[in-house]
């Protein structure tokens, strides 16, 4: 980018030397704002020999014709060039935008046309303890290209394509696949209401909306951003999203239903419709609120809430259930310095769960929910205070249970009753690429869990 501004400068700088612009209009222009003054204030003086050129002889004006046409053809090309050298940006800033990841985000700040990005994650694990049936594994987890494109300032599109497990599966979804996670046109209307309609992220939690590796700790996600809010979630939607003011932000979808007859005793996860076929007999509806304090910086409060019949109008041991679904969210993150900490609670509920349970021969909580908090400090500004480097260490607790409640009938499962003790390092040699280490201590209430060691890298562009 650095190099196409250069050219631009020195082309626009010998049209100048060819026009023979005064030496004061070529002196450092910094800003493509400058160079656009410079040209204009040439184009003021062809204007002016044009126009004093109208009255003198034919004779004595023909030379100077030619010599300002070929001026002018100039002038035009290196205009041409500068407008579209406009459209790509100089340097990237990674920042995020409406709750996306800062990759995801490229697009907002296009000045219009496209805008490509990426995030891809890659792991070794060691189970330690030799428990259960987990065997160690090297793993390239998933590969993202993100593409947006800005028709206008009011209209944009923003996906994100993503090859997980470095195949397309041969035929098992659990080895590998190719999935849409977003897609979506964004319409800005008014910074206190935009409308977003596509294949959305559904925003609740943490993790679910922005899951690029270098923004959380450890090569894992947390499982209660797995299990209770089950990422990546993304329906079919549509809906509202802006500032109701500098500080308070919002973001409300009516998307298709979840579909019951995925629901497991794992919880609700594999009913995500994903916008393949999804079921849409019934509906769902999320909202989501995060509050910023200017007196507080880097603190975020917030909650998100989901509701929605799952039934989908199918048939359940002989019945047809609304399967009313629920699921509930709040979480305070605050940044300061080095310091890095985040909480999260989540609680979900599904009716109908004795009906469930009886029609696929496994207990579906009637109730489920999880729990986690995490804590890490970037130690090396106490080393070098310059460094652009960055190092923390963390820890993360989590306790989760997705049958908190067993229908009336139906026997619990204390398998699905854990706690999780991790600790791990962050590292990161530049903000794009991150290398981790982390150590996981998993504890059922019953039943075989293997502790786990997990070496891995991510990285964004």
Known sequence: ???????????????????NAPVNALEKPQTMEDMWKIIQAQQKQIDEMKSSMAAAPVKAANGDVKNLERKTDVLSQEVEKLRTNLTIPDEVQYK??????????????????????????????????EKGTNTDNADLERLVLYTGYKFSDRILFNSELEFEHATTGEGAEEKGEVSVEF???????????????????????????????PFFFGNNRPVVERLII?????????????????????????????????????????????????????????????????????????????VGNSGQNQTFDGQHPDVFTQLYEAHVQWKYRGLEFRTLGSWGHINNADILSAAKGETIGTENYGFYTELGYDVLPLLWKDTTQYLAPFFRYETLDTIAKAPTGFADDPTKDMSIYQVGLNYKPIPNVVIKADYRNRVAKQGPLSDDFNLGFGFIF
Not at 113 to 128: D, F, H, K
Not at 185 to 212: C, K, S, Y
Not at 272 to 281: C, I, Q
């Open 230 to 306: 089950p990422t990546t979630w993304r329906e079919m939607g549509v809906g509202l999203f802006g500032q109701i003011t500098p500080e308070l932000t919002y973001t409300t979808y009516v998307v298709n239903g979840l579909n019951a007859d995925e629901f497991t005793s794992d919880g609700i996860r594999e009913g995500r419709g994903g916008g393949s076929n999804a079921k849409a007999e019934n509906f769902g509806y999320v909202a989501r609120m995060d509050y910023t304090p200017s007196a507080l910086p880097g603190v975020t409060v917030g909650g998100s809430a989901y």
């Open 96 to 129: 995020s935008a409406y709750g996306l990841g800062p990759a995801a985000s490229k697009v907002y700040q296009v000045g219009k046309g496209l805008s490509i990005g990426g995030y891809g994650e890659a792991n070794y694990q060691a189970n330690v303890g």
């Open 1 to 19: 980018m650095k190099k196409n501004k250069y050219l631009l400068k020195g082309g626009i700088l010998t049209a100048l030397v060819t026009l």
């Open 183 to 213: 897609a979506a046109l964004d319409f800005f209307i008014n910074p206190l209401a935009n409308v977003r309609a596509g294949l959305v992220l559904m925003p609740m939690g943490f993790i679910n909306q922005m899951h690029e590796p």
